[in-house]
């Protein structure tokens, strides 16, 4: 699997692919992945599209785990 490697926050230089991870390992909203990496929002503008990855990968594993 190839991964991306686009950066969802340039304030604290957080990639889709790091986020991908941390979704798979950390409940909640962006800003607790944002903590589980050690960084916190800056400016904002990232979160929405940080919580639409999140949940896009979460919803992946789900489907994953269903077909197994």
Same mark, same amino acid.
């Given at each position: 699997s190839q991964?991306?490697?686009v950066y969802i926050c340039i304030?604290? @230089?957080i990639r889709e692919c790091e986020l991908r &991870?941390?979704?798979r390992l950390v409940n909640g909203d962006a800003e @607790?992945?944002?903590a589980a990496l050690g960084k &916190?929002?800056?400016c904002g503008h990232c979160?929405?599209?940080a919580e639409d990855v999140?949940?896009?990968e979460r919803e992946l594993?789900?489907?994953a785990v269903r077909a197994a």
């Open positions: 991964e991306r490697l304030c604290n @230089a &991870r941390v979704a @607790a992945a944002y &916190r929002p800056n979160l929405s599209d999140l949940n896009e594993g789900f489907m």
